[in-house]
């Protein structure tokens, strides 16, 4: 029963992470059909300003929820206005470039921060389930990214700004021929996407050590959950991480944390050849 | 009597809810020329698709030369010795003129044959001024002429063209007559067009899709004197 | 062109012997043959992205197949030759299998992208997590993040005693990159080579003419594999261990960078990028003040935005306009104007 209990909230948590990892990729491929390969870099740099931000006093969960957004934003609008902008329309050049520069910000927060594990103590205590022991952060974890989820369908649904955005995301040149100029779309969006990687790097970076490279261990799982999600942003985004945390927690328990990742990886190629629209692509339509 | 070289026994194709072709029943003897035509979205691209692979239809058969191909890969269609022009114009654009044709002809012969061939066609077609140039350099009319060139090259007995005349000059229309009339001679040729001019003047037998259905079936000349033709097709169009 | 192929062959040649020759003068061979074998692995993705059309992602899992095969084959046997002989078999036929799986679904571009670096992250976690003595294969430990050192290195065939190390390790290497050079440059006059190039340039044309793409592109992917696999294979023998970080996803970047750099669409770029690269960061090895990857990442942003074409392809026209013109006034304008060109596309 307790055992029940405590997988249940992994499973959720392991969704909800998923989710909150993706937001920001999804939002920048769903807009823009950039894949942005420097995402994972973008949100260990939110957790590089968490950690600087707290060593200078600032209280947690401002630096957390923005402090991070905001400076990640704003590298991310310098990055669209001095790179991307140029590359609208390739996208392989784009990941190309966004590569370069995922492997610019590892070699500087080398260099500003050294190679060494840094870390910040999670600002809310677990409790115990049984003989279980339970991260009481799991659950502030999945409220964010609950609230993030909700918000932005929310936005997208009710906005008039949201309605520009979902027009740009089917139709860019419609959008364009309407009189929204594209280039201010596109700014707005990297920086919503760049704001909301450096959210998620903030949120976790209390679980994990922080090393210049951890960015690494986020992008591939962004960049799966986003494709396989397919064209509809939000239903997509919780689709396919609900299928890859199940997937990844049942295998974590069963074997172990390395074979959680690999089933996941795995169940993702087996997705895409099944279904290369994404999840999305095939079922929902329409929906966003 | 010519054997029959193509024919669809209730060739249909859905998208969703939208059928787009419905339950055609279609078939072209050896060496006959074939203009497809109708408003748009009567289905005649779609059926078009069905026949060289690049759709797989949702009912009904497609057989050549008395073989079913249903379904089959474009590449597979093609083997046969069936040639196969797009509607956009699909060529190698980093490539010139004489490689773009070597390719084609390549997969019928040796090489070294398939280059003495490329040198048979762009003689043919013309093409030797430009024979050394880029397909990505070249204007439309061009392109669109070493496209029916890869399809030459292949020496096929059926032709299926999609819109070969589209956006093309006045010239390059006369030019396009020629060759298509040469191609008559070994192959069977169906053209899926709009430019009713361009269908005049190279005289054929129509077949008219109306609303994913055949309506009829004449020469080019009785099909433009029906009202019936002209209610649905021509005077919609003014 | 044609008609110059057996003169520039020979003329190729001459300067491969002659560099092969010069360059331990300039470079140790120790730092040579890791160079060489770099651009052997260079080549392998140019072959297959800048000819096929293929972008692949995870070219280093074939780098690190390879190398993971010779080793633990090496370990098992006690001699070279198979083990040399199974790290080019074994990578090419991993492809051909995850070749056909993505080729004959028709997934192209992103999701090509997506699965080979997925699959080059799937070998790179359950390597790194192969620690424990239950993962043994043969009388080989995987190892795990330690990697797999001790196993027996390269000997001349048939004698398992006569070690192949130091000097005569970078000639035969330099000697392979040599062969694996001109493969190439005859697979891409072969009727083969050429198909694979209308391919790249336009697949439904190439089935329209009748041609399986799909089994087309899986033989090349297989082959630009093998290439690896065997660049894996010297370079096990040349580090004397193998190690997890082969599989890496930084690995694989650096394997695109080379490409980038040099020149997609040649044979030559890719080798001339690696080499060059590689022997930078050598170089920038040896200073601490700013961080090498970082410059890795802006060199790749750089040309991505202002040289796409890369380096070889960039000399090879410019050599072309001065040498048609012999004023190299009007050249040096070209080359201003061209990057005019660049930056505006």
């Known amino acids: ?288 | 009597m010519a054997e029959t070289v193509l024919e669809t026994t209730g060739l249909t194709m859905r998208f969703g809810g939208v059928v787009a072709t419905d339950n055609v029943n279609f078939s072209l003897k050896a060496r006959e020329l074939r203009c497809l035509i109708g408003p748009n979205g009567a289905g005649k691209s779609t059926f078009f698709k069905c026949i060289t692979g690049l759709l797989t239809p949702s009912e009904g058969q497609v057989f050549m030369r008395n073989q079913e191909t249903t379904g089959w890969h474009p590449h597979e269609v093609a083997s046969l010795g069936v040639g196969i022009k797009t509607q956009v114009p699909n060529v190698m654009d980093g490539l010139t003129v004489v490689e773009n044709i070597w390719m084609a002809a390549r997969r019928f012969m040796p090489s070294k044959e398939a280059s003495d061939k490329a040198q048979d066609v762009i003689e043919r077609l013309a093409l030797g001024s430009i024979a050394k140039a880029e397909l990505g350099r070249l204007a439309h009319g061009e392109r669109q002429r070493v496209e029916l060139g890869l399809v030459v090259a292949a020496d096929p007995w059926l032709v299926l063209l999609d819109e070969p005349a589209a956006g093309m000059t006045a010239g390059d229309v006369d030019r396009m007559s020629a060759i298509i009339d040469e191609m008559t001679r070994t192959a069977a040729v169906v053209i899926v067009e709009h430019d009713m001019q361009f269908i005049r003047s190279i005289a054929s037998t129509v077949t008219v899709f109306h609303q994913g259905a055949i309506l009829m079936e004449d020469h080019v000349d009785k099909v433009m004197a029906d009202p019936i033709v002209r209610n649905v097709y021509l005077g919609k169009k003014a | 062109m044609s008609r110059s192929w057996g003169r520039q062959d020979a003329a190729t040649i001459v300067a491969a012997i002659v560099l092969i020759w010069l360059m331990p003068l300039l470079i140790s061979t120790y730092t040579l043959t890791v160079l060489v074998i770099y651009g052997m692995l260079a080549l392998s993705l140019g072959l297959i992205w800048g000819f096929g059309g293929i972008l692949c992602f995870g070219q280093a899992a074939f780098f690190g197949l390879g190398a993971y095969t010779y080793a633990i084959a090496a370990i098992n046997v006690g001699e070279s030759t198979l083990p040399m002989i199974l790290a080019v078999f074994v990578p090419a036929l991993f492809a051909a299998l995850l070749g056909a799986m993505m080729f004959y679904g028709r997934l192209t571009d992103v999701y090509l992208g997506v699965i080979t670096l997925v699959v080059t992250l799937i070998l790179f976690k359950f390597v790194n997590s192969s620690a424990g003595p239950q993962y043994v294969i043969g009388e080989a430990r995987l190892g795990g993040f330690n990697g797999i050192p001790g196993f027996h290195t390269l000997n001349i065939p048939g004698q398992p005693d006569e070690y192949i190390w130091g000097d005569a390790l970078y000639y035969v290497c330099a000697v392979a990159l040599l062969a694996v050079y001109f493969l190439v440059t005859w697979l891409l006059r072969s009727s083969f080579g050429r198909i694979a190039i209308g391919i790249r340039e336009n697949e439904t044309r190439v089935s329209l003419m009748g041609y399986d793409v799909r089994a087309r592109k899986t033989i090349l992917f297989a082959i630009g594999a093998a290439i690896a696999g065997l660049a894996g294979a010297l370079f096990a023998n040349w580090g004397e261990i193998v190690t997890p970080g082969l599989f890496s996803l930084g690995q694989s970047a650096e394997i695109i960078i080379w490409c980038i750099v040099g020149g997609l669409g040649t044979r030559l770029g890719p080798i001339i990028g690696a080499a060059g690269l590689a022997y930078l960061k050598f170089l920038l090895g040896q200073q601490s003040l700013i961080d090498n990857t970082l410059i890795m990442g802006i060199i790749l942003v750089l040309f991505v935005l202002f040289l796409p074409k890369g380096i070889v392809p960039a000399v090879a026209s410019l050599w072309k306009a001065s040498f048609g013109r012999r004023s190299g006034r009007k050249s040096a304008r070209r080359r201003h104007m061209r990057r005019v060109d660049s930056a505006n596309g």
């Open chain 1, 1 to 288: 029963m307790d055992l029940s209990f405590v997988i249940l909230v992994e499973i959720f948590y392991a969704v909800a992470s998923l989710a909150l990892i993706s937001a920001g990729l999804a939002v920048v491929f769903g807009m823009m059909k950039v894949i942005n390969l420097a995402h994972g870099e973008f949100m260990m740099m939110g957790g590089y300003a968490t950690i600087t931000a707290v060593q200078l006093g600032v209280n947690v969960f401002v630096a957390m929820l923005i402090i991070a957004p905001l400076i990640v934003g704003l590298i991310g609008l310098v990055v669209e206005r001095l790179v991307i902008r140029h590359l609208y329309g390739r996208l392989v050049d784009t990941m190309l470039a966004t590569w370069g520069l995922s492997l610019f910000f590892i070699g500087m927060a080398t260099m500003i921060f050294g190679n060494t594990t840094t870390s910040i103590t999670t600002p809310i205590t677990g409790f115990a389930v049984g003989d279980y022991q339970i991260n009481g952060y799991n659950f502030f974890i999945f409220f964010v990214s609950a609230v993030l989820l909700i918000s932005m369908y929310v936005l997208l649904k009710t906005t008039r700004l949201g309605l520009i955005a979902r027009g740009t995301m089917q139709r860019s040149d419609i959008a364009a021929a309407l009189g929204y100029s594209p280039d201010r779309i596109y700014m707005a969006t990297f920086f919503c996407g760049s704001a909301l990687s450096g959210l998620a790097g903030a949120v976790l970076a209390p679980l994990v050590g922080l090393v210049p490279t951890s960015g690494g261990a986020y992008i591939a799982k962004a960049f799966i959950t986003v494709i396989a999600g397919g064209p509809s942003l939000i239903v997509g985004l919780i689709s396919s991480s609900s299928l890859f945390g199940v997937v990844n927690q049942i295998f974590t328990f069963g074997i172990s944390p390395v074979f959680g990742d690999v089933a996941l990886l795995i169940a993702a190629v087996i997705l895409l050849r099944l279904l290369p629209q994404g999840v999305t692509g095939k079922f929902f339509k329409g929906k966003m």
